[in-house]
Nanobody, 116 residues
Framework: QVQLVESGGGLVQAGGSLRLSCAAS????????MAWYRQAPGQQRELVAV???????SYTDSVKGRFTISGDNVANTVYLQMNSLKPEDTAVYYC??????????WGQGTQVTVCS
C-alpha cells in the first residue's frame, strides 16, 4: 500500500524557516505532478505550490518569493522550503503526488505553527 510520509513541520517564530519533506513508502510510477496544500482551522484546503515533471512551478500569491517547491518525480520525493514565515502560514500541510491516469496520493499532514 502506498503511503506518503511527510516530515519537517513544527513550531517556529515569525521570520523563521522550515523545510517540509514528503517521500513515498514504495515506488509510484508515472507521477507527473507533485504539490503541497495547506489547511488552517475552519478553512478550506488550499493549494500552496505545484511542481510538474518538466520542472515548472506555480505558487499561490501569498507565498511567492518566500516558499520554494522542489522534488524528484522519479524518486517520489517533494520538498517545500519555507522562509520568512508568517503567523498566517500556520496550518496543516499536506503533500500530494498525482499522475494523468490513476489516483492521487496524499500524505497524512504535518503541522506548521508560526508564532508572532
Amino acid at each position: 500500500q502506498v503511503q506518503l510520509v511527510e516530515s519537517g513541520g513544527g513550531l517556529v517564530q515569525a521570520g523563521g524557516s522550515l523545510r517540509l519533506s514528503c517521500a513515498a513508502s514504495v515506488r509510484i510510477f508515472s507521477i507527473n505532478v507533485m504539490a503541497w496544500y495547506r489547511q488552517a482551522p475552519g478553512q478550506q484546503r488550499e493549494l500552496v505550490a505545484v511542481i510538474r515533471s518538466g520542472g515548472s512551478t506555480s505558487y499561490t500569491d501569498s507565498v511567492k518569493g518566500r516558499f520554494t517547491i522542489s522534488g524528484d518525480n522519479v524518486a517520489n520525493t517533494v520538498y517545500l522550503q519555507m522562509n520568512s514565515l508568517k503567523p498566517e502560514d500556520t496550518a496543516v500541510y499536506y503533500c500530494k503526488q498525482g499522475r494523468t491516469y490513476g489516483p492521487d496520493y496524499w500524505g497524512q499532514g504535518t503541522q506548521v505553527t508560526v508564532c508572532s
